[in-house]
């Protein structure tokens, strides 16, 4: 942990407080209102409204959710195994308004046979929404555990445009398609 420990700002969301967490070193933690105390263990936090990380995170996170913002640039500073990093790297690769199952970030990272300590892993995401485990569905395309709770997950999948019918094979068709018609220019 570093010298000065973590700071911590509540923000509004659409989803009620959001509790921003930061270190000296980037954006460490965004908690939910109703959030497992024992998901997230950072250690001490002290109020800080003017740490540059979170500041940036909090004009970010008003961007995305007023429409403006699809890809966020605030620095992270994750704290966990290097297993549970290596998911939280790979969430951050998924597009806005796509999803993909447990079974795909387990490929993605060399560990196919993971697809549960990959759902482990995503659910102690301490960084939500801007590292977007809500973009991770159950192999069936169903909505799955969130920290934010369920509806949360869905209310920001339809934010980003997904149609929560369409499911991961229709996301799965519609990427390829994207892929192709992209190759062919």
């Not at 109703?34 to 997230?40: A, E, I, L, N």
């Not at 929560?164 to 990427?175: D, H, I, K, Y």
Request: with cysteine.
């Amino acid at each position: 942990m570093n010298t000065t420990g973590y700071v911590y700002k509540f923000i509004d969301s659409p989803f009620g407080k959001l509790k921003l967490v930061a270190s000296e070193k980037g954006l460490a933690a965004i908690l939910w209102e109703k959030d497992d105390p024992r998901r997230v263990r950072l250690g001490p936090l002290k109020s800080g409204s003017n740490n540059k990380f979170i500041k940036q995170a909090e004009n970010q996170l008003k961007a995305y959710f007023g429409g403006k913002l699809k890809k966020f640039t605030v620095p992270l500073d994750f704290k966990g195994t290097d297993f549970q990093k290596s998911v939280w790297t790979a969430l951050l690769t998924i597009p806005f308004g796509e999803t993909r199952s447990y079974g795909e970030i387990a490929q993605q990272i060399g560990r196919p046979d993971a697809s549960r300590a990959v759902g482990a892993a995503n659910g102690r995401n301490p960084i939500s929404i801007i590292t977007p485990c809500h973009r991770v569905l159950g192999t069936n395309g169903k909505l799955t555990g969130f920290a934010g709770g369920l509806e949360a997950k869905d209310q920001l999948l339809k934010h980003e445009g997904r149609d929560p019918l369409l499911g991961l094979a229709g996301q799965r068709v519609r990427r390829e398609e994207n892929q192709s018609r992209w190759a062919m220019q």
